[in-house]
């Protein structure tokens, strides 16, 4: 089975620091990994994912993420934080030996960044 | 939001009272679920669907239905609601099922059960 954790309920920073939101996996094959974000009262948006190759993928808005085979972990990470940056941030996780289906996509339980001005 | 929307968006409805959520899309994607979203629990698959009239369950499928009869529209239909089905509902869609493709989530749809 697969599995995502997410160690921190909620991740404050200063405005203009960097930020990182935590996030670790676990399945048997190899991942495909995948950050979402959330504002209130709307749906998720994608904001980027690894599949396969270089360990450092960058995304919208001037995230990005860096993959760890060895530690299971794919947090997500801005050099500067800005106001806007303040949401919901969600980490998930598909087994690429999987076919899909039920199996397909598990999600985290999400972490709040708030970013101080 | 990717082409797909839900309604309604709000609903409040009484314990026991069939109620349908709709959701539509316009990329012609074959693959569409639907989750709840719930503090604490991050996102749930309720059903899924891998084409027209094709639905199967998720991981808290009970006490909800589906169905799929065009690309376009998948309803999940609660037939006797309950207070532990207040929630908030997202649709999303995908080009496959599998394999390294993401999923776009349509707004939601907040649902309380009185």
């Known amino acids: 089975a697969q599995s995502v954790a997410q160690p921190e309920d909620q991740v404050n920073v200063a405005e203009g620091n960097p930020l990182t939101v935590k996030c670790t996996y676990s399945?048997?094959?190899?991942?495909?990994l995948f950050w979402y974000v959330q504002y209130p009262n709307r749906g998720l948006q994608f904001l980027l994912k690894y599949i396969t190759g270089d360990n450092l993928v960058k995304g919208s808005y001037g995230f990005e993420a860096e993959f760890n085979k060895s530690q299971t972990s794919f947090h997500l990470k801005k050099p500067s934080a800005l106001v806007s940056d303040s949401a919901l941030y969600f980490c998930a996780v598909r087994d690429g030996a999987s076919g899909g289906g039920a199996d397909g996509l598990t999600f985290g339980k999400g972490t709040h960044l708030i970013i101080q001005p | 939001d990717a082409g797909i929307t839900q309604s309604p968006r709000h609903k409040v409805t009484e314990t026991g009272t069939p109620v349908t959520l709709r959701c539509h899309q316009t990329e012609n994607h074959r693959y569409m679920y639907w989750y709840r979203q719930d503090p604490g629990h991050g996102l749930r698959l309720i059903h899924y669907?891998?084409?027209?009239?094709?639905?199967d369950k998720g991981e808290v499928s009970d006490g909800y239905s589906v169905s799929r009869s065009k690309t376009e529209d998948f309803l999940l239909t609660l037939e006797s609601a309950t207070s532990s089905q207040t929630s908030v509902y997202f649709c999303a869609i995908s080009e496959s099922i599998g394999g390294p493709y993401e999923q776009y989530f349509g707004p939601g749809t907040r649902l309380t059960v009185t």
């Open positions: 399945v048997s094959g190899n991942p495909y």
């Open positions: 669907s891998y084409g027209v009239k094709d639905t």
